[in-house]
């Protein structure tokens, strides 16, 4: 059974930097598209990010795009999302997710419908 964790979340001033990371056990995730999502209390979740099979594609939400960046290391089973320039509107809990049927184009791997297996979350909270 795939179980997904995700770690690095924290409290970071405005203008600041987080990297997240995404750790995957009970199989490889070579094959498996991933993705980053996030949720505030009282809102649907929002995608962030995605990052194909072989990261191949990646693709960012207008939001993020130029601040986020997104990768994988599939020799260590783990994905990860590099968070620059954050601002109070980023705070969220965020997700990682993977699907091994989904892709990362303009149009698939932006829903949460797209991905089956997801983690837990981490809380980052963009505050002065």
């Known amino acids: 059974q795939l179980q997904l964790v995700e770690s690095g979340g924290g409290l970071v001033q405005p203008g600041g930097s987080l990297r997240l990371s995404c750790a995957a056990s009970?199989?490889?995730?070579?094959?498996?598209?991933m993705g980053w999502f996030r949720q505030v209390p009282g809102k649907e979740r929002e995608w962030v990010a995605c990052?194909?099979?072989?990261?191949?594609?990646?693709n960012y939400a207008d939001s993020v795009k130029g601040r986020f960046t997104i990768s994988r290391d599939d020799a260590m089973n783990t994905m990860a999302l590099q968070m620059n320039s954050l601002k109070p509107e980023d705070t969220a809990l965020y997700y990682c997710a993977a699907d091994p049927f989904t892709a990362c184009t303009v149009i698939a791997g932006r829903s949460p419908r797209d991905y089956e297996y997801w983690g837990q979350g981490t809380q980052v909270t963009v505050s002065s």
């Open positions: 009970g199989i490889r995730l070579t094959y498996y598209s």
């Open positions: 990052i194909s099979y072989r990261g191949e594609s990646t």
